[in-house]
């Protein structure tokens, strides 16, 4: 799965300090803006999306509601299955994203009281992990989207920690993953990415 992820202003990846550059310059003053570091479920954070043909920087909240649990969100999407889910089927056929991360969280649970946090990113890249997005009603009125990061069964360098890990794309893949019109079936042929491990400090 994907609890946590990061957004890091690093000077090997000025991608992503371009990314929470522009999105703070095109939402000064509203809500919407954001800080480098550690992304959680309900937290805004910048996605890209279709717009008409052209790739869009945007924000939204992670996480779609969840209808038997008022305050809980569901923040992930299985690959394998999300065709046959109600809540995302749609969402996965017409209104697809991609969420940019410096790379994602899994934690060691494999000895009692163990709890060593691990960071997997691609080297010196931006690590564009697929999503899908969904517009939800919200209390006192209006509506607010809303995104989850689809999931796959997890590589060898994640698989010892977790049996899943988020779908990232190849940067060569992302207008592809958005466009609409693409079929669905050929979507998900996507290749594991070479992730690199660190243990936090």
């Known amino acids: 799965m994907c609890g946590r992820y990061a957004i890091l202003e690093e000077e090997a990846?000025?991608?992503?300090?371009?990314?929470?550059?522009?999105?703070?310059?095109?939402?000064?003053?509203?809500?919407?803006?954001?800080?480098?570091?550690?992304i959680a479920p309900t937290?805004?954070?910048?996605?890209?999306?279709?717009a008409g043909g052209q790739?869009?920087?945007?924000?939204?909240?992670?996480?779609?509601?969840?209808w038997d649990k008022p305050s809980g969100v569901i923040i992930n999407a299985?690959?394998?299955?999300?065709?046959?889910?109600?809540?995302?089927?749609?969402?996965?056929?017409?209104?697809?994203?991609?969420?940019?991360?410096?790379?994602?969280?899994?934690w060691d649970h494999r000895q009692p009281g163990q709890r060593d946090?691990?960071?997997?990113?691609?080297?010196?890249?931006v690590s564009y992990m697929a999503g899908i997005y969904s517009l939800f009603p919200v209390a006192g009125g209006g509506s607010q989207e809303s995104f989850v990061i689809l999931t796959m069964p997890a590589g060898?360098?994640?698989?010892e920690l977790h049996d899943r890990m988020p779908v990232i794309l190849p940067k060569s893949y992302i207008r592809t993953w958005l466009d609409p019109r693409a079929k669905?079936?050929?979507?998900?042929?996507?290749?594991?990415?070479?992730?690199?491990r660190a243990l936090c400090g």
């Open 55 to 66: 790739v869009r920087l945007d924000v939204m909240k992670w996480g779609f509601p969840r």
């Open 13 to 38: 990846i000025l991608e992503m300090r371009e990314i929470i550059n522009q999105v703070n310059k095109n939402y000064v003053g509203r809500a919407g803006l954001v800080s480098a570091g550690e």
């Open 184 to 196: 669905a079936e050929l979507l998900l042929d996507i290749p594991e990415p070479p992730l690199v």
């Open 78 to 106: 299985r690959c394998e299955t999300v065709l046959e889910k109600r809540m995302f089927r749609e969402a996965f056929l017409t209104r697809r994203l991609v969420v940019p991360a410096s790379g994602f969280y899994e």
């Open 117 to 125: 946090k691990y960071f997997f990113a691609l080297a010196g890249q």
């Open 156 to 159: 060898p360098a994640v698989a």
């Open 43 to 50: 937290q805004t954070a910048p996605v890209l999306r279709d």
